[in-house]
């Protein structure tokens, strides 16, 4: 895994100005630009910050668990695109069990390493009595289900990158760089016809605040949680 996630660099030149490095304490990527100091870019469940909001984090004060988890009781919940884990974290703190799914391998590997580094904090580990979300193989949950036929989950949440706006264009260098990485998700409606189709109850799509709601013949959005920077927009399941 980790030489294939150094290949995924050293095949794309658009990515010259970005290393892995899978050092003894954890792995990161490392930004090299002319005249600039960035700071190494790695997954870290143990932030101070985040620490503090997963203490305070409950179904009704996170407007994800209230999306995502709504009146189920300890609902399986499958996370399309885990990206940084931080609101799979929060819907597992929330009493969720979540299983994560990520397409892209350098994120991936970044995402492993911060999960295996969270379990040797003590701390942190008195916050999720059931365990933390637990990080599936390397690909979409499209393709997984497809090639192995997973367990039906209760909820799936589904949360694409989209391009770049000038507003979202303002954030640090490096989350610039790491945006650069991951690239935009394709084929978002086609996606959320086929993710709908998997859960029991509901499928969650975030979307950023004043954004379009996206329909088709095969759903229709069924309602909201405002999470004040975003939405969560619920799909009623087919199979519901």
């Known amino acids: ?25 954890r792995v990161e990527l490392l930004f090299d630009e002319r005249g600039q100091n960035f700071k190494p870019f ?26 995502v988890i709504g009146r189920l009781s300890a609902p399986v919940g499958y996370d399309a695109t885990a990206g940084l884990g931080r609101d799979s974290f929060i819907m597992q703190r929330c009493g969720a069990q979540v299983f994560m799914f990520e397409r892209n391998p350098a994120i991936w590997l970044l995402l492993n390493d911060g999960l295996c580094r969270a379990q040797t904090d003590a701390s ?24 192995e036929k997973l367990p039906v989950p209760d909820v799936v949440y589904y949360d694409p990158m989209f391009p770049q706006t000038k507003k979202s264009a303002l954030v640090k260098k490096d989350m610039q760089i790491f945006h ?10 086609a996606n959320l016809r086929e993710l709908v189709a998997l859960p029991k109850h509901r499928l969650i799509f975030k979307r950023p605040d004043g954004a379009e709601v996206l329909s088709a013949a095969q759903f229709a959005r069924s309602g909201y949680v405002d999470g004040k920077a975003c939405r969560f927009d619920i799909y009623k399941s087919c199979q519901s």
């Open 180 to 189: 650069s990485i991951v690239g935009a998700d394709e084929d978002v409606t």
């Open 124 to 147: 942190l580990m008195n916050l999720f009595p059931n365990g933390l979300p637990v990080l599936m193989r390397q690909g979409t949950l499209i393709e997984l289900n497809r090639a």
């Open 1 to 25: 895994m980790v030489e294939s996630n150094r290949a995924f660099f050293e095949d794309d030149g658009s990515k010259d100005n970005v290393r892995l490095s899978v050092g003894q304490d």
């Open 42 to 67: 790695f997954i870290d469940f143990s932030d101070r910050k985040f620490l503090s909001r997963l203490q305070r984090a409950g179904r009704n004060s996170e407007a994800v668990a209230r999306a």
